[in-house]
């Protein structure tokens, strides 16, 4: 589905003059028809631009989206209390319902060592909840509670974000169940490191917003200004520092491959090479004589990592990955998905300016 872009104009049209008793661009009768219109001496308190309401009606209009994204999208957000084993109060968070019959998103950090809880919705609603599977690495999980008939959220695709685009932010920060807030994306394409198995691994394509997040926000809905749920809130930055920098998953192809897995009570499976890197632009003269601008800058190897064995050393740059360009490490790990558990993949790298290919296989990237 697509994210509907948010503008002014989108939740009301402008009255007219008639509607509104007047603007301030249309004199009322007894103003027109008076001396004063025509004598060619401007009043001096009269004002030149836009109306004197435009600014409540583009108000109204920005409140009356907040207000209909809320209304759709709290049945379906519900208020985590994550138990330990002894069913004794572990954490708190936030969790969006994705089916009627009961299964719901959030993020895995939340849940992190835990297999049950409580939800509670805005309906007023209680019901317990079973872990159905969590992915660190993506840091999503599912759950599920008994029952049906509950208010499924709509997702959308975060693919189609804009920079500046309204977003609004559902959840249950400090416990405070069915709070919303609303902004902006404020950049797209973020990563966040995310560690499980050997070294770390960066979570990528996170969105920025300046909508509040607090604690407790983590697994609750970022949506657009159709009610789509287009990513699930993870992070903030603080305390202290950066605020009004919060994070978010995305929901796009990627995550709902996730959500499908975890939901069908299966592992989420990886390949892996074993390097550590960044994105790094290549010299203007090595860039003419390879073909390739940017790649990806191996920092480590892991030793007896596919990579190691194949050769490939830190300081070499990754051009390409069975045939595809490769230009930072989010494509790398994108790549890397299931069905390269086990592959053979042929390697392009840049050593001392010079393009060289090596064979690695592919391996799966351990769970812990």
């Given at each position: ?250 929901v796009n192809e990627t995550t709902l491959a996730v959500i499908g897995t975890l939901a069908a ?104």
């Open positions: 589905m697509a994210a509907k872009t948010w503008g002014p104009v989108q939740s009301e049209r402008a009255p007219t003059a008639a509607e509104a008793g007047g603007s301030a661009l249309v004199p009322p009768p007894s103003e027109a028809s008076s001396g004063t219109a025509s004598s060619g001496t401007a009043s001096p308190s009269a004002s030149v631009g836009p109306p004197a309401d435009l600014d409540d009606l583009l108000l109204d209009s920005y409140s009356l989206t907040v207000s209909s994204v809320a209304e759709q999208l709290l049945p379906s957000v519900a208020a985590l209390r994550v138990e330990d084993h002894l069913h004794r109060p572990k954490g708190a968070g936030s969790a969006v319902l994705i089916s009627a019959d009961g299964l719901l998103v959030t993020s895995a950090h939340v849940v992190e060592g835990s297999t049950r809880g409580t939800t509670a919705f805005t309906t007023g609603d209680e019901a317990p909840f079973e872990v159905v599977g969590a992915d660190r690495l993506s840091d999503l999980a599912v759950l599920r509670v008994a029952g049906s008939g509950y208010q499924p959220a709509r997702l959308g695709d975060a693919s189609r974000l804009r920079v500046g685009q309204l977003v609004v932010a559902i959840g249950n920060p400090l416990g405070f169940e069915g709070s919303v807030s609303a902004g902006v994306v404020s950049a797209l394409g973020r990563s966040l490191v995310a560690s499980a198995g050997p070294g770390n691994r960066l979570l990528g394509d996170v969105i920025q917003t300046d909508a509040a997040l607090h604690p407790g926000n983590s697994g609750g809905a970022l949506a657009n200004s159709a009610a789509e749920v287009i990513g699930i809130n993870t992070a903030l930055v603080g305390p202290m520092v950066g605020q009004g920098l919060g994070m978010a998953v995305p009570g299966r592992r989420v499976r990886r390949a892996y090479l074993g390097i550590g890197g960044g994105r790094r632009l290549l010299p203007q003269p090595v860039a003419v004589a390879t073909g390739f601008s940017r790649g990806v800058e191996v920092v480590s190897v892991i030793t007896s990592s596919p990579a190691g064995e194949a050769g490939i050393r830190p300081r070499d740059v990754i051009v390409s990955l069975d045939g595809k360009r490769m230009e930072d490490v989010r494509e790398l790990q994108a790549m890397l998905a299931e069905r390269y558990i086990g592959r053979v993949v042929a390697i392009g790298y840049i050593r001392d300016g010079r393009l060289a290919t090596c064979n690695a296989t592919c391996v799966e990237l351990p769970s812990s």
